[in-house]
């Protein structure tokens, strides 16, 4: 089973930082097959990201991601109010599907 | 738009059986396999397995194998979980995701308790 460790599993950034959240798996992942999610609490998770570096439909311009082999990442440009949430990555390269343990992130 | 429409919530008692739905539109509900993802209280989320939309072949991860049955109803473009003799553990949010990159439904919260 791949497992998905997520860095920090929470953190507070100000209006405006710049915040990058990272997913480390045990093995090698194919790069098609990472992808991102945002949970807001009482919601269902939104797929942001998907591929390691796709922005899914609407999802504004200041995310991105990247990575490869066994380290991704996500970053937000510049932290807005809205981009509360928890954050996760999500490997589809084998069974079983596997979820990183999240990153909530908080504004300051 | 694309969206799965979930089934109300669940209370049910240790032993019972529940069934839950997701209706699938716009898109081709065939085009794309259903995964079943379940989020305990407070917790993060496990892949519970998914079903071929096409073939209608399930496939589920190890801890979900026995109690727990995936099925389609696709002349009503609707995915089913099933979930027998219930367990206070099974007490969760259960999500239907659609494809690879999953698209959510909003979530089927089961609450077991006597």
């Known amino acids: 089973e791949i497992v998905l460790t997520q860095s920090p599993t929470t953190m507070a950034a100000s209006p405006g930082e710049k915040i990058t959240i990272t997913c480390s798996a045990n093995?090698?992942?194919?790069?098609?097959?990472l992808h991102w999610y945002q949970q807001k609490p009482g919601f269902s998770p939104k797929l942001l990201i998907y591929?390691?570096?796709n922005l899914a439909s609407g999802v504004p311009v200041r995310f991105s991601g990247s990575g490869s082999g066994t380290s991704y990442s996500l970053t937000i440009g510049t932290m807005e109010a809205e981009d509360v949430a928890t954050y996760y990555c999500?490997?589809?390269?084998?069974?079983?599907?596997?979820f990183g343990g999240g990153t909530k992130l908080e504004i300051k | 738009q694309i969206q799965l429409v979930q089934s109300g919530p669940e209370l049910k008692k240790p032993g019972e059986t529940v069934k839950i739905s997701c209706k699938a539109s716009g898109y081709t509900f065939t085009n794309y396999g259903m995964n079943w993802v379940k989020q305990a209280p407070g917790k993060g989320f496990k892949w519970m397995g998914w079903i071929n939309t096409y073939t209608g072949e399930p496939t589920y991860a190890d801890d979900f194998k026995g109690r727990f049955a995936f099925s389609l109803e696709t002349s009503a473009n609707t995915a089913y979980l099933q979930i027998y003799n219930l367990k206070n553990e099974d007490t969760a949010t259960y999500f239907c995701a659609r494809g690879t990159a999953y698209v959510w439904g909003a979530g089927t919260t089961v609450t077991v308790s006597s």
């Open positions: 093995s090698s992942i194919s790069s098609n097959y």
């Open positions: 591929r390691t570096s």
């Open positions: 999500q490997q589809g390269s084998s069974i079983p599907r596997t």
